[in-house]
């Protein structure tokens, strides 16, 4: 043991009613955004905030495994853009047939848009290959990393930067493009950039790709399928 002065447990102090608030709307109201982003540039400050809220996301084992990578040269955007294109045409190869036409009309990413790209990497050896809470669900790291991006996007809500998570990305042309080793992994794409607008409702259920599932039907008591009176 050796804690130092100042870290005996202390009291917890209470949310006001508006910070609660507050806490809430960054939740209800961060969106996936594809197509309002600003050219203006976010300063490095606000980034810098931005990240350090991402930083501060439960990790298992505190191993806080992630890396940023900031891309904001836009022959490297272009590159990776050119990378997405490829990979809608393969993935419109699986989408049901009847659903086609509406997979071609979503706005899908804002690689070019979005004056910052942010690339979020997950290092699976930091401090060990193996660790604590690691042994027996090895995906943990990956998880964690996710928490990371969530934070990130819920502090860039409250900034009032929207942030767009692309996945339509094949991870060997990110890895290609970015210059990422083999040993890291890559979490998320994101594009990320000032906002003035957005939908109220993700942008997905307005275009009525999906609706919001009723939480009543995804709570279970005790086991699977149970459900309460
Ligand atoms: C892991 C992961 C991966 C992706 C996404 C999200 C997550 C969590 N989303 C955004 C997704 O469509 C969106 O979150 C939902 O539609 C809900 O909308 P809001 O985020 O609430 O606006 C997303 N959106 C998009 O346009 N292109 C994409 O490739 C992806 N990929």
């Known amino acids: 043991m050796s804690e130092e002065k100042g870290d005996e447990l202390a009291p917890t102090a209470s949310f006001s009613q508006a910070e609660r608030d507050a806490v ?4 209800y109201e961060r969106r996936d955004v594809r197509d309002e982003f600003l050219e203006e540039e976010i300063p490095r400050e606000t980034i ?4 350090q809220a991402a930083h501060h996301a439960p990790s298992v084992g505190f191993m806080q495994p ?5 891309v904001r040269d836009g022959a490297i955007r272009a590159r990776i ?5 490829a990979a809608v045409a393969r993935e419109t190869r699986e989408i049901p047939e009847e659903r086609q ?3 071609r009309s979503l706005k899908l990413q ?3 848009k979005a004056p910052l790209n942010i690339c979020v990497t997950c290092d699976r050896a930091r401090h060990g290959a193996t660790g604590l809470g690691r042994t027996q669900q090895k995906d943990m ?3 964690s990393t996710a928490c990371a991006v969530q934070n990130l996007w819920l502090a860039a809500r409250a900034e009032g930067v ?3 998570w692309v996945s339509i990305l094949r991870e060997e042309d990110l890895r290609a493009i970015l210059g990422i080793p083999e040993e890291i992994a890559i979490v998320a794409y994101l594009c990320v950039g000032f906002i003035e607008r957005a939908y109220r409702r993700p942008e997905l259920e307005v275009k009525r790709w999906a609706k919001r599932l009723p939480l009543a039907e995804l709570i279970f008591e005790n086991h699977w399928g149970e459900r309460s009176e």
Request: hydrophobic content about 60%.
């Open 48 to 51: 810098l905030r931005v990240l």
């Open 141 to 143: 790291d990956l998880l």
């Open 66 to 70: 992630w890396n940023f990578v900031l």
């Open 110 to 112: 804002g690689i070019m």
């Open 101 to 103: 036409a509406l997979y």
């Open 81 to 85: 853009r050119e990378a997405f294109e």
């Open 24 to 27: 809430y709307r960054a939740i």
């Open 162 to 164: 929207g942030v767009g």
